[in-house]
């Protein structure tokens, strides 16, 4: 059995979103049956349903920042029930059984986690469909509780920019007393200054932009470096314990190799088209690192949540409704957003 559910979806990569029908399994003993309220716009959904990465399976319906309420729940699920607020973030499955999975690393699944769209549903058959949608059924082991005390639209981006940017601040150890630079400011980049600031670090942003002077302090940077003065640059240099690059278009990443003290670390959670040229001798001299970080595990994702609660930290959004999508995805590529696009997805019932 299955359910006709209402969605926007990518038919080829060139052709616009644009309503579209798909099945929605109904609730095994493990599943939660989700209405979904608001879903997030990341740059990946442009990505995929552009077909820019080169595997997209069409149709495409976007959406891994997902924000909803449970409708039903199978048997055997004792987490949620019905009525409850309910997330669904970058992942639906994996194999619970490699040592990653073991770790409460499912991001890093040995043998391929299940992504929450575009990826082989080894369920239902056929591909995954993301929150571009009425409804969405999950495995309880892979939806989140959301705080009541946040503005629940704000909160959708959490599961996608908010993760992507705690993770890698609370891996390589963030606190207080160090100095830490966030490079960008976009939609990732708020969210990382957001909790730099949160952690107690001496933050930093790092911008091309003069005009994000003003909207990084209100975000809690202590300071701003433009990354296009040579003098600030070098005024800076050898002093950050830990930079967080958000940056997705081709940059120069020696140059900020170079801000880094010994035993520093660049981590790239932005994701460059091209290979990033690395310069030796920035990385041996200084016995800096340059490392990367995806989102997190599904451990990590609750306790980002349950952070932000505390601390009252949401994404700076723009909502719109569903069929607003293709002017969004053109507005994100100019980064004409502050600093996230979510889809009430209200509209799309309508």
């Given at each position: 059995?299955?359910?006709?559910?209402?969605?926007?979806?990518?038919?080829?990569?060139?052709?616009?979103?644009?309503?579209?029908?798909?099945?929605?399994?109904?609730p095994r003993v493990s599943d939660v049956a989700i209405e979904i309220l608001y879903c997030g716009v990341c740059h990946s959904d442009l990505h995929q349903a552009r077909d820019e990465w080169h595997f997209s399976t069409?149709?495409?319906?976007?959406?891994?920042?997902?924000?909803?309420?449970?409708?039903?729940?199978?048997?055997?699920?004792?987490k949620f029930k019905q009525g409850d607020l309910a997330a669904v973030g970058c992942l639906v499955d994996s194999c619970r059984t490699c040592s990653s999975c073991a770790r409460d690393l499912e991001q890093y699944c040995l043998n391929g986690a299940t992504q929450t769209y575009n990826t082989p549903d080894k369920i239902s058959g056929g591909s995954t469909?993301?929150?571009?949608?009425?409804?969405?059924?999950?495995?309880?082991?892979?939806?989140?509780?959301?705080?009541?005390?946040?503005?629940?639209?704000?909160?959708?981006?959490?599961?996608?920019?908010?993760?992507?940017?705690y993770s890698p601040l609370k891996h390589w150890g963030v606190k207080a007393g160090q100095k830490v630079g966030i490079v960008g400011l976009g939609g990732l980049g708020h969210m990382g200054v957001k909790f730099a600031h949160a952690f107690g670090a001496h933050t930093v942003v790092i911008t091309t932009s003069k005009s994000k002077i003003e909207d990084a302090l209100r975000l809690g940077a202590d300071e701003v470096i433009l990354s296009t003065?040579?003098?600030?640059?070098?005024?800076?240099?050898?002093?950050?314990?830990?930079?967080?690059?958000?940056?997705?278009?081709?940059?120069?990443?020696?140059?900020?190799?170079?801000?880094?003290?010994?035993?520093?670390?660049?981590?790239?959670?932005?994701?460059?088209?091209?290979?990033m040229p690395v310069a030796a001798f920035p990385l041996i001299m200084g016995r800096r690192s340059f490392a990367g970080s995806g989102i997190g595990g599904l451990k990590e994702t609750q306790e980002m949540l349950d952070f932000c609660s505390q601390h009252n930290i949401v994404s700076?959004?723009?909502?719109?409704?569903?069929?607003?999508?293709?002017?969004?995805?053109?507005?994100?590529?100019?980064?004409?957003?502050?600093?996230?696009?979510?889809?009430?997805?209200?509209?799309l019932k309508k």
């Open positions: 059995m299955s359910t006709a559910t209402k969605s926007y979806a990518a038919q080829t990569a060139t052709s616009p979103l644009a309503p579209h029908t798909i099945e929605r399994r109904e069409f149709p495409v319906v976007p959406g891994h920042e997902i924000v909803g309420r449970v409708t039903a729940v199978g048997s055997a699920v004792t469909y993301g929150g571009y949608s009425e409804s969405i059924v999950v495995d309880e082991a892979f939806v989140l509780h959301v705080p009541t005390n946040l503005d629940l639209p704000a909160v959708a981006p959490l599961l996608c920019a908010g993760i992507t940017t003065d040579p003098e600030q640059m070098a005024r800076h240099a050898g002093t950050f314990d830990f930079l967080l690059d958000c940056v997705s278009a081709d940059h120069d990443i020696n140059a900020y190799l170079n801000l880094l003290a010994v035993d520093g670390t660049i981590t790239l959670v932005g994701a460059p088209e091209n290979p700076d959004i723009e909502m719109i409704d569903i069929d607003q999508i293709n002017d969004a995805y053109e507005r994100l590529l100019k980064s004409d957003v502050k600093y996230r696009f979510v889809i009430d997805i209200a509209s």
